[in-house]
């Protein structure tokens, strides 16, 4: 079993429709957790993290951590084409510095 | 990139040369780390360093070595690379001391071992 778990996709919506990421995680004392995207090419970009039990809304985007199911998902609202992208679940398992352990990413395609 | 800079961007070596990634910071963020990128594998760890000459190993550091001299530095060798070496390399940084800083990557280096 991975530490991190994604759904390679890739998933397919039509612009303004709401892309819902979803990960799982093994190790139940892991910290915090964090999502990145990454565009074909390109180096990852954080889009936000979570760490506390329950919802973190930022603009479009949406971050929800369950720590009783192991399991953290990204909502993306009004999705648009240019979030068109791979999204990275990753988990931080240390209570100091950022030693992340990377699921393999859910590709996502938004239709115009 | 949040001031990082890796070099070579692209670089294709022989099995069994040795190989050396550079990766430069000008943030002076005291975290650095190597990550390789392989399909089906994500993003995983190599070495990381939380400080001058401390460095420490991650989750796939056989046939790695890294050094830091200076703030600002991070060496990755390969020793004698090897065609499974062959991968797409991501240095990042952060700074601080809490479990959710964040971490910037650089642009990545693609190595190819032929």
């Known amino acids: 079993q991975k530490e991190v778990e994604q759904n390679s996709g890739p998933l397919s919506v039509p612009e303004g429709a709401i892309a819902s990421l979803n990960c799982t995680y093994s190790?139940?004392?892991?910290?915090?957790f964090f999502w990145y995207r990454q565009y074909s090419g390109k180096s990852p970009e954080l889009i936000m993290f979570?760490?506390?039990?329950g919802d973190k809304e930022d603009g479009r985007f949406t971050a929800q951590l369950n720590k009783a199911s192991q399991y953290v998902s990204l909502l993306i609202r009004d999705s648009q084409p240019s979030d068109s992208a791979t999204y990275l679940c990753?988990?931080?398992?240390?209570?100091?510095?950022?030693?992340?352990?990377f699921g393999t990413g859910t590709r996502l395609l938004v239709s115009p | 990139d949040a001031g990082i800079t890796q070099s070579p961007r692209h670089k294709v070596t022989e099995t069994g040369t040795p190989v050396t990634l550079r990766c430069h910071q000008t943030?002076?963020?005291?975290?650095m780390y190597w990550y390789r990128q392989d399909p089906g594998h994500g993003l995983r760890l190599i070495h990381y360093?939380?400080?001058?000459?401390?460095?420490d190993k991650g989750e796939v550091s056989d046939g790695y070595s890294v050094s830091r001299s200076k703030t600002e530095d991070f060496l990755l060798t390969l020793e004698s690379a090897t065609s499974s070496q062959t991968s797409v390399y991501f240095c990042?940084?952060?700074?601080?001391?809490?479990?959710?800083?964040?971490?910037?990557f650089g642009q990545g280096t693609r190595l190819t071992v032929v």
């Open positions: 990042a940084i952060s700074d601080g001391d809490t479990s959710y800083t964040e971490a910037f």
């Open positions: 979570i760490y506390s039990n």
């Open positions: 360093s939380y400080g001058v000459k401390d460095t």
């Open positions: 990753a988990v931080n398992k240390d209570t100091g510095f950022q030693k992340l352990v």
């Open positions: 190790d139940r004392g892991s910290q915090s």
């Open positions: 943030e002076n963020h005291r975290y």
